[in-house]
Nanobody, 124 residues
Framework: QVMLVESGGGLVQTGDSLTLSCAAS????????VAWFRQAPGKEREFVLA????????YYGDSVRGRFTSSRDNVKNTVTLQMNSLKPDDTAVYYC?????????????????WGQGTQVTVSS
């Protein structure tokens, strides 16, 4: 199995940028596709993006496409989420998830391994 730890959350203002990281340990990281999800208070968990085992394919959710980008480093066992032009609607706990299967299906239940999440708050 793989263990995931997110970091980099914090409080920012509208229009700011923020970078989140997901650090993995355990089995070979390149065996896993990685996704980012987020969950705001009182809302369903929302798909942010999914990136394939090598990072060569990344699919973004509609609400973040054009503002967020992802990169992964299979030597350092990390996936980075670069968030630009942040809005108050981006406020949520952000989770990274991993699975041996790569899918762009936004259903969170398809992903097996999860980190504990990191809080991102965007003030207006």
């Amino acid at each position: 199995q793989v263990m995931l730890v997110e970091s980099g959350g914090g409080l920012v203002q509208t229009g700011d940028s923020l970078t989140l990281s997901c650090a993995a340990s355990g089995r070979t990281f390149s065996d896993y596709a990685v996704a980012w999800f987020r969950q705001a208070p009182g809302k369903e968990r929302e798909f942010v993006l999914a990136t394939s085992w090598s990072g060569g394919n990344t699919y973004y959710g509609d609400s973040v496409r054009g503002r967020f980008t992802s990169s992964r480093d299979n030597v350092k066992n990390t996936v980075t989420l670069q968030m630009n032009s942040l809005k108050p609607d981006d406020t949520a706990v952000y989770y990274c998830a991993a699975d041996e299967e790569y899918t762009v299906d936004p259903t969170s239940q398809l992903w097996t391994y999860w980190g504990q999440g990191t809080q991102v708050t965007v003030s207006s």
